[in-house]
């Protein structure tokens, strides 16, 4: 997986120059039939490079999380295409790693145990697989935790588990729901920087969902809006901010830009008061 | 409420003052002895039978009894339980019959039983059984089928085969109530046991409280009882231990065990 680190350039990814890694077109997903049916999905169409960072931001109810569903495979469309890697999604596959909202970790696995459950799950050597969980786990700073039980850690601990867990069975393509939604805001900020570093050791292509304008804009190399009932898309730009982004990124005024550009797709008519 | 030593010292003085109480008004009352004995004639029959060795080989009928109606009736119920839990096929052409045997209730079915498989072990072992099966397999079913929708998809996304979603995911997180089903089934093996032993046997201390009452030996039998109660603390003991042990990872019940007994314990 390290080839791939130095392979893509590190900032400068053009959209056109890599091929596209995830290809979604005019997918569409209806809950249920006829009259009652819900669309929760419509007319969604997008693109993601080999290696970049996406961000899905919308409020809730917008079927971001449904669509990482379709993409993760959990779920099938019911109309249009997903493509990964060219091939159309037809269930699971090993190529994927999936982040969830809660660490939805195992209480009677420690740390290790539950880091290495690709491992076990996908039947991969032992040994070497128990090396990259060590270093997974002292990438992210829970060195000395590895015999620990989930209900010893701390929420952010816990989701950093979850995170390095996705990363074991080294996925080309990290899909990731809320991870940080129910950590408190200092949490937060820190475990995003934390994942602005992961990601850029080790060169995911990542598709991150978040109710969170600020959490989207410092992430992402390109932010896709997406506004509720039907779940469409709202508006779609790249996020031109060197990396790596420091915290105060956020005070600037290019940052505040974007941000005001991600408020604007999901309250078109200016939203709230006035 | 603070619980110190004193307070164990005073819950003990407690249970003293009672079995004073009770001695006093026996013989205030004149009670004969074979309606109520004193606490005094109880202990004098459990140390006559103990000492003259009649309780300790019916003790250990019942215990077989038990433990062997424990191991098969859990063992059965596990296995059903588990397949009704994985196959809603199953469920569906099962489910009318375990509702009708369910709301059976089961000891009525000793009689029959005993006619069966006569007066020996065997009707007393299934009997134990029978009583056993019902709580342990409903819990099988709901512990199984209790796995969060998220660790679901979890293992999914990481293309996991069903046996593996079973063997990774839903049976240890089965795990505490099956625990909790196999606490009350292991009671439930020693009712069991016991009525079987009480409607027609050849040993076990069932068999014997029931001559017991043929001779009006009224003492002998709160003894027995006694004997029983501390045999069903015993055996409730070691599944909890076991327990302990299995599921050092499950903090959820030890604060508020009862309330988890008797939610997951529903079926009696």
């Not at chain 1, 419509?42 to 999380?65: L, M, R, T």
Request: with cysteine.
């Amino acid at each position: 997986m390290d080839a791939r680190v130095t392979q893509g350039a590190v900032s400068g990814r053009g959209g056109q120059t890599v091929r596209d890694i995830i290809s979604v077109r005019q997918l569409s997903l209806r809950y249920g039939r006829g009259e009652s049916g819900v669309l929760a999905l419509s007319d969604i169409s997008f693109s993601v490079g080999d290696g970049e960072f996406i961000a899905v931001v919308g409020p809730s109810g917008c079927g971001k999380s449904t669509l990482l569903k379709i993409l993760a495979g959990l779920l099938p469309q019911t109309a249009g295409a997903a493509n990964l890697k060219g091939s159309p999604i037809q269930g699971p596959r090993r190529d994927i790693g999936v982040v969830f909202q809660s660490p939805v970790l195992f209480p009677w696995r420690t740390v290790l145990g539950n880091v290495m459950l690709p491992a076990d799950v996908q039947r991969l050597d032992k040994d070497e697989m128990r090396k990259r969980a060590l270093d997974l786990i002292k990438l992210v700073g829970l060195s000395g935790f590895e015999e620990r039980y989930p209900r010893e850690l701390s929420g952010g601990m816990q989701q950093r588990v979850g995170i390095v867990r996705a990363l074991m069975h080294d996925p080309a393509i990290l899909l990731m729901d809320e991870p940080f939604g129910a950590l408190d805001a200092m949490t937060r900020e820190s475990m995003n920087v934390e994942l602005q570093r992961i990601w850029m050791e080790r060169r995911k292509t990542v598709l991150f969902i978040t109710h969170s304008t600020a959490e989207a804009v410092y992430l992402a190399d390109r932010v896709i809006v997406m506004t509720a009932r039907p779940g469409k898309i709202g508006d779609e730009f790249e996020v031109d901010l060197p990396r790596p982004r420091r915290l105060d990124v956020m005070n600037t005024e290019a940052f505040g830009a974007y941000v005001k550009r991600v408020r604007a797709a999901l309250n078109p008519g200016g939203g709230g008061l006035d | 409420m603070r619980r110190g030593p004193v307070a164990f010292v005073l819950r003990l003085a407690f249970i003293a003052l009672l079995l004073c109480a009770w001695e006093w008004a026996v013989g205030y009352f004149k009670t004969p002895a074979y309606i109520v004995p004193a606490p005094s004639g109880i202990a004098y029959a459990m140390y006559n039978g103990i000492a003259s060795n009649l309780y300790v080989s019916h003790i250990g009928a019942t215990i077989s009894e038990t433990l062997l109606g424990f191991v098969f009736g859990c063992a059965l119920a596990f296995m059903l339980g588990t397949v009704v839990a994985l196959s809603r096929t199953v469920e569906y052409y099962l489910y009318p019959i375990i509702i009708m045997f369910q709301a059976m209730p089961k000891v009525a079915l000793v009689p029959l039983i005993l006619v069966w498989f006569g007066l020996g072990l065997t009707s007393k072992v299934i009997s134990a059984a029978l009583v056993a099966f019902f709580p342990l397999m409903v819990n099988t079913i709901v512990g199984l089928r209790s796995a969060d929708e998220d660790r679901i998809n979890l293992m999914r996304s990481l293309s996991a085969s069903r046996w593996q979603i079973f063997r990774m995911l839903q049976l240890p997180n089965a795990m505490p109530y099956i625990f909790a089903g196999l606490e009350i089934a292991m009671i439930f093996a020693l009712i069991g046991a016991i009525v079987a032993e009480l409607i027609s046997s050849e040993r076990g201390l069932g068999m014997l409280m029931q001559s017991m009452s043929f001779t009006m030996d009224v003492a002998g039998q709160f003894s027995i009882l006694f004997i029983l109660s501390i045999l069903g603390l015993i055996l409730n003991g070691v599944v909890t231990l076991v327990r302990r042990r299995v599921l050092f990872w499950d903090t959820s019940r030890d604060a508020d065990a009862n309330e988890a007994n008797a939610t997951k314990g529903e079926v009696l």
